[in-house]
C-alpha cells in the first residue's frame, strides 16, 4: 500500500512506501520539504478539488521515488539549513559565523600621501597669514621637493614601524611593572643596607685580626736627643734592658727621632711604651753604626710612675 500526498510548492501529487510514513522528505520536482504523513492521514483527490482519473493522472506523470533528507547528527558547527539546501555540507569555523577575520590594516601609500598633502596646506596657510611672500628660486624649490620627499618618507617609515610594533600583552606589561617597582625598592634600600653590611664585616675582620698584648705591663717614654752638630732626625734609639736576673723578660724598646730630636718608644708594635726597669740607651747614626753618648749617661730607669722623660745629649 502506498501514501498519496500532495506537494503544496508545485502541486504534485507523490506515491511514498508505508515505511515512510513519519519521516522528512523533499518533493523531486520543487524539492520543498514536508513530513510524510500516515496512511490515516492521506490526501486524496478530493482533498484539492481533482477527481481520481485526474488524480491518478498527475501520479502518473510524477511516479518517481521520493527524497529523504539525510540524518545528521547535532553539532554547533553545522547549519541544517545547509544540509538542506544541498548535498555538500561543510563545518563553518566560528571565525566563518562571524562574517570575517579581524586583520590589522596598514597605511597604505596613498594615505600617506594625502597626510603630506594635508600637512603642506596647513604650512601654505600659515606663510600667508604671516605674509612671507617672494619668488622660489630654483635652489628653493630643489630643496623644498627634498624635504617633501624627507617628510614623506619619514612619515611612511614611523607609519610601518607603529604598524610592525610588536604590541605588548597584560600580562607582559604587569611583569614589566613589578620589575621596575623591584628596582626601585633596591635603589632606595640597598645602598643602606650594603654600608650596614661592609661596617659588619669591617667590625668582623678587625676584631678577629686584632692583636692583643699579655705581657708586662707599658709605661709611656719619650724623650729628646740634642747635639751641638745638628742633623737629629731619623736616629734610631733603642732601650736595651739591663738584666736583673733569669726572671727578667724584658726585651728591647725602639723609637726614631723626628726633626727636632724628639722620640716616643714603642716596645712591640703597635704597643707604645716600655716596661718598668733599668736600660742601657743606644743611639744608631742615619749609617746605621752607634754613636758614643757621654760617660755616665747611657744607663736610665723606667719607672711605673711619674714621668719618664729623658734628654740624650751627643
Known sequence: MTIRYTCHGCESVLKIKDEKAGTNGRCPKCKMEFVVPFPADDIDGDAHGHSKPVMDALVDDVDMPIELTPEVEDSPDIDPLEILSGPAT?????????????????????????????????????????????????????????????????????????????????????IAAQRAMLMEFLKKKAGP?????????????????????????????NGKVISQAGGVDGLRIQFMPVSTGTDDTRSSAEGVTTADGSFYLSYIAPFEGAPAGKYEIIVYGKAGAPLVLPEGTSIVTVTDSGKNDFEIKL
Do not use: C, H
Not at 100 to 107: G, R
Not at 195 to 221: K, Q
Open 193 to 221: 643596607v650594603a654600608a650596614a653590611v661592609v661596617i659588619l664585616l669591617s667590625g668582623y675582620y678587625w676584631y678577629m685580626n686584632r692583636e692583643v698584648y699579655s705581657g708586662l705591663p707599658l709605661y709611656p717614654v
Open 90 to 174: 561543510t563545518a563553518r569555523t566560528p571565525e566563518a559565523r562571524s562574517g570575517s577575520v579581524a586583520t590589522e590594516k596598514k597605511p597604505s601609500v596613498a594615505e600617506l600621501m594625502r597626510e603630506f598633502e594635508a600637512g603642506k596646506k596647513k604650512e601654505r596657510k600659515k606663510d600667508a597669514a604671516s605674509d612671507v611672500s617672494g619668488p622660489a628660486t630654483p635652489a628653493s624649490a630643489e630643496q623644498t621637493a627634498g624635504s617633501a620627499a624627507n617628510a614623506l618618507s619619514r612619515a611612511y617609515q614611523q607609519k610601518r614601524d607603529s604598524a610592525n610594533a610588536p604590541r605588548v600583552s597584560a600580562k607582559d606589561a604587569e
